[in-house]
C-alpha cells in the first residue's frame, strides 16, 4: 500500500507544461510531494538534431515555470528503468506518474517499466494527455480502429472533450530534493552545429508562447479556411512545435479554438479538423505500428523506389538545390527555422518520391533529422500520404506539379524571394541565413549561380508514372 506521505515522481517525457496535464492534476490531487523528473534515456538519446536541440529549449522553458511553483525539475540521463529505481532509492518515492506515449518503442518501454515497478511495490500509472482521445476509445460501427480520415472526423467531431485543469500555482516539494545534473553538460543542441545560431531567433520555447501563439491565431483564423495553403502568410497557428514537446496540450486547443467558434468566430472547424487530422496519426501509428517502417499499402512494396540516400538527386535534394524554386525554398525555409510550410511540405515530398523515385523512408528520416516540430506519426503518414503507399490516399497516383503549386499558392512569388538568394539584387536576410545554416562542407555560397534542375518536371513526372504502371507486385511469403 502506497505511503499517503511518500513523493511522486512525475515522469516528464514530451508534455512539457503545467495545464492541460491529467498526470500534474492526479499528482495534486493526492496531496503528496512531487519531484518532476525529466530522463535523457535512450529513445531521447535517439532524437535527430533539430528535435534534440529543440528538447533542450523546451526543458530549459519548463525547468524555468516550475521554479516558478517552488518546484525544481530533475535532470537524469541514463536508462529509463534504473534511473527510476535509483530516484525512488533516493528519495523514499512511493509512486511514479506520466503521460502516455503511443509510438511502439516508448510502449514496449513504458510496460516494462510499469510491470518492473508494480514488481517492486511501487504505484506505476500512466494518464492521458497528448491526444484529444485515447485510440482505444475510437472506433467504427463494427468496433474496429478507423482507417480514412473522414468518418473518423464525423464520429469525434462533437464528442465531449475534458475542460483542460488549470496551472497549479504551487507544487508540494519533497523534504530533501534529489540531486540533477546540468542541462548545458547534456550538449543537446551539438549536432545542429552552427545552424543552431540561425535558427535560434525563430525559436520562442515554452507553454507561455504556445499559449500566446494560439491566441494570436484566434485572431487569424477566420482566414485559415481560405489562406492556409499560402505559403507566404502568417495563415496558420505554427503551433505544431509546442504540440509536439506538450507545452500546450491539444485540449486546450481544442476548447479554446471552439469557444471561439461559438462565439462568433469563423474558419474555426476547418481548423479543428486538422487537429483530428494529428489525432488520425496517432491512432494509426497506435493500432498499425509498422506506418513507421513499411508501407501501409502492401502493394507499394514492388515499387521500385531509390533506397541510395547518397544519390546525387538525393543529396541535391538535402542541398536544396534541385532547380526547382519552391521545392528548394521549402527546404531552406526548415534549414532556416525549423519549419517547414505544410503545403511547402508537400511539394517538397513529392519531388522526392515522385519526380526523383526516392522512397519515402529517407524522406522521412530527413526531416526527423531536420525539423524542430518533428512528430513521428505525422511525419511517417504525411510522408506516407504523399507517396501514394500510406493510409486514406487518393486512389490514384498523387503527383504534385511544382511549378503550378508555386504558381497557386505563392502567386506573387513572395515566398520564393523570402528563401532564393541567387539571382536577386538585394537578396533578403531569411534567404542568406540558409548559406549560414546548412554545413559548411556543402560548400555553398550566395554568390552560387543557381543550378538548372536536375530533373525535368515532365520527365520526372512520365518517368514516376511508368514505373507505377509497370510495378511489380510484392511477393509475399
Same mark, same amino acid.
Given at each position: 500500500?502506497?505511503?499517503?506521505?511518500?513523493?511522486?515522481?512525475?515522469?516528464?517525457?514530451?508534455?512539457?507544461?503545467?495545464?492541460?496535464?491529467?498526470?500534474?492534476?492526479?499528482?495534486?490531487?493526492?496531496?503528496?510531494?512531487?519531484?518532476?523528473?525529466?530522463?535523457?534515456?535512450?529513445?531521447?538519446?535517439?532524437?535527430?538534431?533539430?528535435?534534440?536541440?529543440?528538447?533542450?529549449?523546451?526543458?530549459?522553458?519548463?525547468?524555468?515555470?516550475?521554479?516558478?511553483?517552488?518546484?525544481?525539475? /530533475?535532470?537524469?540521463?541514463?536508462?529509463?528503468?534504473?534511473?527510476?529505481?535509483?530516484?525512488?532509492?533516493?528519495?523514499?518515492?512511493?509512486?511514479?506518474?506520466?503521460?502516455?506515449?503511443?509510438?511502439? !518503442?516508448?510502449?514496449?518501454?513504458?510496460?516494462?517499466?510499469?510491470?518492473?515497478?508494480?514488481?517492486?511495490?511501487?504505484?506505476?500509472?500512466?494518464?492521458?494527455?497528448?491526444?484529444?482521445?485515447?485510440?482505444?476509445?475510437? !472506433?467504427?460501427?463494427?468496433?474496429?480502429?478507423?482507417?480514412?480520415?473522414?468518418?473518423?472526423?464525423?464520429?469525434?467531431?462533437?464528442?465531449?472533450?475534458?475542460?483542460?485543469?488549470?496551472?497549479?500555482?504551487?507544487?508540494?516539494?519533497?523534504?530533501?530534493?534529489?540531486?540533477?545534473?546540468?542541462?548545458?553538460?547534456?550538449?543537446?543542441?551539438?549536432?545542429?552545429?552552427?545552424?543552431?545560431?540561425?535558427?535560434?531567433?525563430?525559436?520562442?520555447?515554452?507553454?507561455?508562447?504556445?499559449?500566446?501563439?494560439?491566441?494570436?491565431?484566434?485572431?487569424?483564423?477566420?482566414?485559415?479556411?481560405?489562406?492556409?495553403?499560402?505559403?507566404?502568410?502568417?495563415?496558420?497557428?505554427?503551433?505544431?512545435?509546442?504540440?509536439?514537446?506538450?507545452?500546450?496540450?491539444?485540449?486546450?486547443?481544442? @476548447?479554446?479554438?471552439?469557444?471561439?467558434?461559438?462565439?462568433?468566430?469563423?474558419?474555426?472547424?476547418?481548423?479543428?479538423?486538422?487537429?483530428?487530422?494529428?489525432?488520425?496519426?496517432? @491512432?494509426?501509428?497506435?493500432?498499425?505500428?509498422?506506418?513507421?517502417?513499411?508501407?501501409?499499402?502492401?502493394?507499394?512494396?514492388?515499387?521500385?523506389?531509390?533506397?541510395?540516400?547518397?544519390?546525387?538527386?538525393?543529396?541535391?535534394?538535402?542541398?536544396?538545390?534541385?532547380? /526547382?524554386?519552391?521545392?528548394?525554398?521549402?527546404?531552406?525555409?526548415?534549414?532556416?527555422?525549423?519549419?517547414?510550410?505544410?503545403?511547402?511540405?508537400?511539394?517538397?515530398?513529392?519531388?522526392?518520391?515522385? @519526380?526523383?523515385?526516392?522512397?519515402?523512408? /529517407?524522406?522521412?528520416?530527413?526531416?526527423?533529422?531536420?525539423?524542430?516540430?518533428?512528430?513521428?506519426?505525422?511525419?511517417?503518414?504525411?510522408?506516407?500520404?504523399?507517396?501514394?503507399?500510406?493510409?486514406?490516399?487518393?486512389?490514384?497516383?498523387?503527383?504534385?506539379?511544382?511549378?503550378?503549386?508555386?504558381?497557386?499558392?505563392?502567386?506573387?512569388?513572395?515566398?520564393?524571394?523570402?528563401? /532564393?538568394?541567387?539571382?536577386?539584387?538585394?537578396?533578403?536576410?531569411?534567404?542568406?541565413?540558409?548559406?549560414?545554416?546548412?554545413?559548411?562542407?556543402?560548400?555553398?555560397?550566395?554568390?552560387?549561380?543557381?543550378?538548372?534542375?536536375?530533373?525535368?518536371?515532365?520527365?520526372?513526372?512520365?518517368?514516376?508514372?511508368?514505373?507505377?504502371?509497370?510495378?511489380?507486385?510484392?511477393?509475399?511469403?
Amino acid at each position: 500500500m502506497t505511503d499517503e506521505r511518500s513523493p511522486i515522481i512525475l515522469w516528464f517525457r514530451r508534455d512539457l507544461r503545467l495545464s492541460d496535464h491529467p498526470a500534474l492534476s492526479s499528482a495534486i490531487q493526492s496531496g503528496r510531494p512531487i519531484i518532476p523528473v525529466f530522463i535523457l534515456d535512450e529513445l531521447a538519446e535517439g532524437l535527430g538534431a533539430a528535435p534534440k536541440w529543440r528538447l533542450s529549449l523546451g526543458l530549459d522553458a519548463f525547468s524555468e515555470a516550475l521554479s516558478q511553483t517552488g518546484s525544481s525539475l /530533475i535532470l537524469r540521463r541514463g536508462q529509463a528503468l534504473e534511473t527510476l529505481r535509483n530516484l525512488v532509492a533516493e528519495t523514499g518515492a512511493g509512486s511514479v506518474f506520466w503521460s502516455r506515449a503511443y509510438d511502439p !518503442e516508448a510502449i514496449k518501454r513504458d510496460k516494462h517499466i510499469k510491470a518492473q515497478l508494480t514488481a517492486a511495490g511501487v504505484e506505476a500509472k500512466s494518464f492521458s494527455g497528448h491526444l484529444l482521445f485515447e485510440p482505444w476509445t475510437v !472506433e467504427t460501427k463494427s468496433g474496429q480502429p478507423f482507417r480514412v480520415f473522414t468518418p473518423m472526423w464525423r464520429a469525434v467531431q462533437n464528442r465531449a472533450v475534458p475542460t483542460p485543469e488549470p496551472a497549479p500555482k504551487q507544487l508540494i516539494p519533497p523534504a530533501v530534493w534529489p540531486a540533477s545534473e546540468d542541462l548545458t553538460s547534456w550538449k543537446l543542441g551539438r549536432e545542429m552545429n552552427r545552424g543552431a545560431e540561425v535558427v535560434r531567433p525563430f525559436v520562442q520555447p515554452g507553454e507561455k508562447a504556445a499559449h500566446d501563439h494560439l491566441f494570436s491565431f484566434l485572431g487569424r483564423v477566420a482566414n485559415y479556411p481560405g489562406r492556409r495553403d499560402q505559403m507566404a502568410e502568417n495563415a496558420t497557428s505554427n503551433l505544431s512545435e509546442y504540440l509536439s514537446l506538450g507545452e500546450i496540450g491539444p485540449r486546450t486547443i481544442w @476548447h479554446v479554438v471552439q469557444n471561439a467558434g461559438q462565439t462568433g468566430a469563423s474558419g474555426t472547424e476547418a481548423f479543428l479538423r486538422q487537429l483530428v487530422w494529428r489525432e488520425f496519426a496517432y @491512432h494509426l501509428m497506435f493500432h498499425f505500428p509498422h506506418l513507421l517502417t513499411r508501407n501501409w499499402r502492401e502493394e507499394w512494396d514492388g515499387f521500385p523506389w531509390n533506397t541510395d540516400p547518397e544519390l546525387p538527386e538525393v543529396v541535391a535534394w538535402k542541398q536544396a538545390r534541385t532547380g /526547382i524554386p519552391v521545392v528548394d525554398a521549402g527546404l531552406r525555409e526548415m534549414y532556416v527555422t525549423g519549419r517547414m510550410h505544410n503545403r511547402a511540405r508537400m511539394v517538397v515530398a513529392s519531388y522526392l518520391t515522385k @519526380h526523383l523515385m526516392t522512397h519515402w523512408k /529517407i524522406g522521412m528520416d530527413w526531416f526527423a533529422d531536420c525539423l524542430i516540430d518533428w512528430d513521428p506519426a505525422a511525419n511517417a503518414m504525411g510522408w506516407q500520404w504523399v507517396a501514394g503507399s500510406g493510409p486514406d490516399a487518393a486512389p490514384f497516383f498523387r503527383i504534385f506539379n511544382p511549378q503550378t503549386q508555386q504558381e497557386k499558392f505563392d502567386p506573387n512569388s513572395s515566398y520564393l524571394r523570402q528563401w /532564393i538568394a541567387e539571382g536577386q539584387s538585394d537578396p533578403s536576410a531569411t534567404s542568406l541565413a540558409y548559406f549560414n545554416a546548412v554545413p559548411r562542407s556543402w560548400g555553398l555560397d550566395a554568390s552560387d549561380i543557381y543550378p538548372q534542375p536536375i530533373v525535368g518536371l515532365q520527365a520526372g513526372r512520365n518517368r514516376a508514372l511508368t514505373a507505377y504502371e509497370t510495378r511489380k507486385s510484392p511477393v509475399r511469403n
